[in-house]
């Protein structure tokens, strides 16, 4: 027996007074519906009907059950009535990571735009620089720096940003400039947690021939921007996204080395777990961010006036 549709029967039942009505309205046979009542009143051990040629009325037991059923069929009503309106409108929390650097510095402006413009959005944030598993964790959406990870997760990139070389002007005073990457093995290089090959630095020359190189130093870290603040107290050498090293770079605290090879571009991907039943706060806040980014204020190389706005 299917217990929810027996149940919906009966109401309905009970509603058009008739078996014959109810059927019409359901679309059903009036023996199905008969069958229906019959077998909510098996299950349940308890007559709902009484029957007789001219009307029906509802037994004692069944007007408390209907009482009961009339209210669990409009909650589910309105339940459904809810989920649909969120599949089209964003509304919900929405629980996102994204790593230390970036979140601060260029995620919560535009979480805070979005918010603005959707007020039925809320957010439940957590930064880190670990890959976190976003489906054991239960996050809606990360904001990745670097590869998308899984094969079963989805990646829409929203922007890209440029690996750079950079050091101190007292590190390169005390320490000399490098001109080559192959001249980086005679100096302190600091080197970050989560990159792919966190001890190999890999630049490109203007042929497109690669150059890798094994780097070491002084100070190994998980967080990008501990080793841009110690780059410019002038520890070492460092390779971080332009997005971490640019305010710096422009303010020339750090300065870019190496010119004429080239880095690594990072894609920065926004990524959720499947393309399925996607919330309509998940696919907001993606496209958003897609335009947020579309003109990103964080490149070395960009217009005075981008400049300035990222400053």
């Known amino acids: 027996m299917d ?159 440029q690996a750079v070389c950079c050091a101190s002007p007292s590190y390169l005073a005390a320490r000399g400039t490098p001109r080559t990457p192959a001249d980086l093995v005679r100096h302190a290089c600091m080197s970050y947690e989560y990159t792919p090959t966190r001890d190999l630095w890999r630049f490109t020359d203007g042929d497109g021939r690669p150059h890798d190189v094994r780097i070491s130093g002084p100070l190994h870290a998980n967080n990008g921007q501990v080793l841009c603040a110690l780059a410019v107290a002038g520890l070492g050498i460092t390779l971080e996204p332009d997005f971490i090293v640019a305010p710096d770079v422009r303010a020339g605290r750090l300065v870019p080395l190496l010119a004429g090879y080239a880095t690594p571009s990072i894609p920065i991907n926004a990524v959720y777990p499947s393309r399925r039943h996607l919330s309509a706060k998940v696919r907001a806040f993606v496209d958003f961010l897609v335009e947020w980014f579309a003109q990103p204020t964080w490149p070395l190389e960009q217009s005075e006036e981008a400049t300035a706005a990222g400053t």
């Open 3 to 161: 217990k929810f549709q027996a149940v919906a029967v009966f109401a309905k039942v009970v509603e058009q007074g008739s078996f014959a009505r109810a059927a019409d309205r359901l679309e059903l046979s009036t023996s199905a519906v008969s069958r229906h009542v019959a077998d909510l009143e098996a299950h349940l051990g308890a007559r709902l009907l009484n029957r007789t040629t001219r009307r029906l009325s509802l037994t004692e037991a069944g007007s408390a059950f209907f009482e009961r059923a009339v209210q669990l069929l409009a909650d589910l009503e309105e339940a459904e009535e809810r989920v649909a309106a969120a599949a089209v409108a964003p509304r919900g929390t929405l629980k996102l990571t994204t790593s230390i650097s970036f979140g601060v510095r260029y995620l919560a402006p535009a979480i805070a735009a979005f918010a603005a413009a959707q007020p039925q959005v809320r957010f439940d944030v957590e930064l880190s620089d670990r890959l976190v598993d976003i489906v054991d964790e239960g996050f809606d959406l990360a904001v990745r720096i670097g590869a998308v990870g899984s094969q079963s997760l989805i990646g829409r990139q929203i922007g890209t940003s």
